[in-house]
């Protein structure tokens, strides 16, 4: 089977119903989605959401994107739902996290430092729960890293790796799984598909970041109707798989024990489901 560990089903942008998205991803050999939380404000609807499919299970977390907006307070309402939604077997992460340095309105000291500091307290919030991350890091491998040393035990999934090899390695050092997608598709983007033939298959995983992050045989900016879909991942893992020169359901099998070996949440969902 295969999953996709990091897609916003939530995102207004699809003219489908999330009810089309994921009986096409199914379709597709797609058994299970992840769908991440990006702000306060769509805490309950990723929720929401994964009550509606059992195929979707998600995330809670504040985005670096939009950290300027956020306060203190949505750190407190994030442990609050983080707490209630323990029970929760659709639960699996706390994400999106992390930093971008790459936006320039990101880039100011100021907000340098109030990304930083909301990292930092996601962090403590994943550790304090022992829950996995979904990290997003843009630009910002080393400050991510640096903080992860920090907080030992803390794992997850380096979502959408274009660092370098050695940055690769000192990820998976710290027991986490690099996500690769739609970028790894296009041919000019050498480094990103040179990491995703070298690296190790155990420590990766797959996944669509749709809407966004779209891949090369699809033009969202002509054409509305190609925005990315989770769909898409079953020939995301044909590309993968050609450029490992590696069996295609190999390299499924592996990618999804693997995003269950990092989302351990995720596999208890599995297994319930599956023993029903």
Avoid at 45 to 64: C, D, K, N, R
Avoid at 74 to 93: G, K, N, R, T, Y
Avoid at 255 to 263: C, E, I, K, N
Wanted: glycine share 4%; hydrophobic share 40%; with cysteine.
């Amino acid at each position: 089977m295969l999953i996709d560990t990091h897609c916003h089903l939530d995102a207004e942008i699809y003219t489908e119903s999330s009810i089309e998205l994921v009986q096409a991803a199914r379709q597709k050999g797609v058994h299970y989605l992840v769908v991440p939380a990006v702000e306060r404000a769509n805490f309950s609807a990723v929720q929401s959401l994964a009550h509606q499919h059992h195929e979707v299970t998600y995330a809670l977390g504040i985005h670096p994107l939009y950290v300027p907006q956020a306060t203190e307070s949505d750190l407190h309402e994030l442990a609050h739902h983080i707490e209630q939604s323990m029970a929760d077997p659709q639960f699996v992460a706390i994400g999106e996290i992390g930093l971008d340095f790459f936006v320039p309105e990101l880039c100011t000291e100021s907000m340098r430092e109030k990304q930083v500091y909301f990292y930092d307290q996601q962090l403590k919030l994943a550790q304090q729960f022992n829950l996995p991350v979904l990290l997003h890091v843009r630009r910002s491998q080393d400050l991510i890293l640096k903080y992860l040393r920090r907080y030992r035990g803390v794992t997850g999934i380096a979502h959408a790796f274009n660092g370098s090899l050695q940055q690769a390695h000192q990820f998976i050092g710290l027991g986490f799984a690099l996500g690769f997608g739609g970028a790894m598709t296009f041919t000019r983007a050498k480094q990103i598909r040179r990491l995703a033939a070298e690296v190790d298959l155990a420590h990766i995983v797959l996944e669509t970041d749709a809407p966004d992050i779209a891949p090369a045989w699809l033009d969202p900016k002509t054409d509305q109707n190609q925005y990315n879909r989770p769909a898409e991942l079953a020939a995301i893992a044909h590309v993968l798989a050609d450029l490992r020169q590696t069996d295609i359901h190999e390299l499924k099998a592996q990618t999804s024990h693997t995003a269950m070996r990092v989302l351990p949440r995720l596999s208890q969902w599995h297994q319930k489901h599956t023993s029903q």
